[in-house]
């Protein structure tokens, strides 16, 4: 079966450059996540998307951004990046009508 | 504010043998979904069992299987039989559409050994 697919799987960048992430759903999923997790951390809630409208917003920063596209896929956009943005980003998806999340593998934010 | 706890930062089993991961959760609400999911060495996040708030039957998916008590607001998770691969950090989540918009809120995780 179909998963989430991230890309990409890993990025380095330097302080006060501009990161973007990119996630694609499981086909026919509306509803996309995207979630932060710092080392040793549990997964922390960003922002999310329905039927590319913003659903809901955690605890993300002003410098970041996202949007969801007419194909479903989501970009999360992080700009002056900072030492503690460094985190394995996640996006997840689901049905709103099913409520359970399946989660891609991830993208591993590296800033130096 | 829903939160989720798990009180076990670090467990360890004898493969073949049965372990039981603890999870209490905060909430008013009386309709949520609560979940297990797994993080292996990859970090990878893998779902494990699902249990809606409605269903007063414990879900099971093979060797794992869950204690919901919803009056405790307890969610635990036994995992028997257990095998080198089940080695993880297991996070509890849990998720209320109405009033948290879908989003999981996780607790702080559960290592758990598996020993050969």
């Known amino acids: 079966a179909a998963g989430v697919i991230q890309s990409p799987r890993h990025l380095i960048k330097e302080k006060r450059e501009t990161a973007t992430l990119k996630c694609y759903p499981i086909p026919r999923h509306d509803t996309v996540y995207w979630y932060q997790q710092g080392p040793g951390q549990d997964p922390q809630f960003l922002i999310s998307?329905?039927?590319?409208?913003?659903?809901d917003k955690g605890s993300i920063p002003d410098r970041f951004s996202a949007q969801q596209f007419s194909d479903y896929h989501s970009e999360l956009n992080m700009s002056s990046l900072e030492l503690g943005d460094s985190a394995l980003y996640f996006c997840a998806s689901s049905l709103v009508s099913q409520e359970t999340q399946y989660f891609g593998p991830g993208t591993r934010l590296l800033v130096l | 504010a829903q939160t989720v706890t798990q009180s076990q930062p670090e467990m360890s089993v004898q493969e073949a043998e049965t372990v039981t991961l603890s999870c209490t959760y905060d909430?008013?609400?009386?309709?949520?979904?609560l979940f297990w999911y797994k993080q292996p060495p990859s970090r990878q996040m893998i779902l494990v069992i699902r249990q809606e708030a409605y269903k007063q039957q414990n879900a099971t998916e093979n060797r794992f299987s869950v204690n919901f008590q919803k009056a405790a607001k307890s969610f635990s998770l036994k995992i028997s039989d257990s095998q080198l691969g089940d080695t993880a950090m297991y996070f509890c989540a849990f998720m209320n559409p109405r009033t948290s918009g879908g989003k999981l809120i996780f607790g702080q995780g559960t290592e758990l050994s598996v020993k050969p």
């Open positions: 998307f329905y039927e590319k409208m913003q659903s």
């Open positions: 909430t008013s609400e009386n309709n949520y979904y």
